[in-house]
Nanobody, 126 residues
Framework: QVQLVESGGGSVQAGGSLRLSCAAS????????MSWFRQAPGKEREDVAS???????IYADSVKGRFTISRDNAKTTLYLQMNSLKPEDTAMYYC????????????????????WGQGTQVTVSS
């Protein structure tokens, strides 16, 4: 059974840090694109960061220089290190499995993700 389970969310003050984890199981983790998305109340789900099977990364402009996506293929786990958090980062964060064998921008987009986690809430107060 393919499964993604996020953890690490919480409440922090502006300027703080959090690290999200996404434990994957039930498939060959290292050949798939993996991504983080977020959705704030009343807004559409948006790409935050993506990492392909070669470790190539792409970030949304709003998080560049503050967030870092990484993957540990041996542990089949995806991470998102979030630093210098802002109130506008407040959202439910989801990890997602994208296409296999694709690289770079081919990993992006809600429509290209086929497996989703249940989400973990991040709340940043000013």
């Amino acid at each position: 059974q393919v499964q993604l389970v996020e953890s690490g969310g919480g409440s922090v003050q502006a300027g703080g840090s959090l690290r999200l984890s996404c434990a994957a199981s039930g498939y060959t983790f290292n050949v798939y694109c993996m991504s983080w998305f977020r959705q704030a109340p009343g807004k559409e789900r948006e790409d935050v960061a993506s990492i392909d099977r070669n470790g190539g990364t792409i970030y949304a402009d709003s998080v560049k220089g503050r967030f870092t996506i990484s993957r540990d293929n041996a542990k089949t786990t995806l991470y998102l290190q979030m630093n210098s958090l802002k109130p506008e980062d407040t959202a439910m964060y989801y990890c997602a499995r994208g296409p296999q064998w694709r690289l770079g921008a081919d990993c992006l987009g809600v429509q290209n993700q086929h497996v989703w986690g249940q989400g973990t809430q991040v709340t940043v107060s000013s």
